[in-house]
């Protein structure tokens, strides 16, 4: 069995009062500029031997939550250490009224399903709300938005959708919005438009951190990275990318905003399409722990996490399969890119044979419990609280 299950099980049975006082709720607080209210501190392994502390905080900073996935599939998830994850609530295209609406019923609907599972999910609006799923041995869910357009021009919209539980918002998804410009925008003569955050995006980041909302980057040009880095009064992520300088793609970062996010106390999270990390297929392990290597160069080790952007089933490449990706994707879906997974990281315990191939590069164990989950968990607590 494995040992993180035994962990949970551990915790749930209310068995050591030393390991609940160990994951009691810490203090919140804000961040500005990198200093920060302290993550979980590591707890070490009384075994120098170990591989894999039984304890440790693992926090996925943007991946998939299907409301379709069945409890035994979300254990598998628990099993193999999720403490947390940050999930996209709906489909970011759509613009208009059409945006509002299916922003709002996408949460409802997720509002539904988590509290049809209390014994595996805490809906997550708070650090302390990880702390107490980890108590609990269930896993904390918070809610994401990857683009603004259901905002539309109204500040106080961002007001609304924090009371009904929004935490973290992209500004862009690939085109340009009223915020900024997206990575894949093009001017009307076919040229990458180079456009940067909008006066209107401005008011927008200052709104949501005055509420504590995440400003998120994923999905934004170059331009508009910088921009919002700069303007930002409280540390800024980018929940699921690349690095751009390493593997050129598109949707990755460049080492300047890595670096800048990193300098005002944000986090890059690195995520797990294969398109983004490498030509090869069907892709390695090896692969995505290049562009994990590469931003703890760039950004430092307290400053890069885990953005898996994945489904957590086991995916096997079929016509249905793909089929439905094109009915979520369009015209996005090109078949040159499949498949989008890593063969090492399809399905539900990616995060053990993360942390196991991180160990297997020579990282310390501080370091990657650093990578897995206390940047992100300490990124929370300074500016969701």
Known sequence: MNRRFDRRSFVRNSVGS???????????????GSAGAAAPAPRSSPHPTVVR??????????????????PPLVRRMLASGMDSITITL???????????????????????????HPDLFVRATAVADVDDARRSGRMAVFYLYQNTIQFGEDLDRIDMFYRLGLRSCQLTYNERNFVGVGCRAETGSGEPDEGGLTEFGRETIDRMNTLGMLVDLSHANGPTMADAIGHSRMPVHISHTGCNDLYPHIRNTSDA?????????????????????????????????????????VAGVEQVC????????????????????????????ENSEL?????????????????????????TEDAVEKIMGTNLYRLYAGVIG
Not at 20 to 32: D, E, F, I, M, N
Not at 53 to 70: C, K, S, V
Not at 102 to 114: P, V
Not at 258 to 274: K, P, S, T
């Open 306 to 333: 885990i953005g898996s952007d994945r489904d957590h089933r086991m995916i096997e490449m079929s016509e249905d399969y793909i089929a439905e990706l094109r009915r979520e994707e369009g015209s996005q879906v």
């Open 90 to 116: 709906c489909d970011p295209k759509p613009v208009g009224a059409e945006a509002v609406e299916l922003a709002i019923d996408e949460m409802l609907a997720y509002d539904r399903y988590l509290a049809m």
């Open 18 to 32: 030393a390991l609940a006082l160990q994951l009691s709720p810490l203090g919140s607080g804000r961040l500005s």
């Open 257 to 297: 905003n890595m670096r800048a996010v990193a300098e005002r106390g944000g986090v890059v999270g690195i995520c797990q399409l294969r398109p983004f990390l490498t030509h090869d297929k069907p892709g390695t392990l090896d692969d995505y722990l290049k562009h994990i290597d590469h931003a703890v160069q």
């Open 339 to 363: 498949p989008y997974f890593i063969p090492e990281l399809n399905g539900p315990s990616r995060m053990t044979a993360i942390w196991d191939g991180l160990v297997a590069r020579g990282y």
């Open 53 to 70: 502390n039984p304890h440790a905080l693992i926090m996925d900073a943007m991946g998939e939550l299907r409301t379709i996935y069945e």
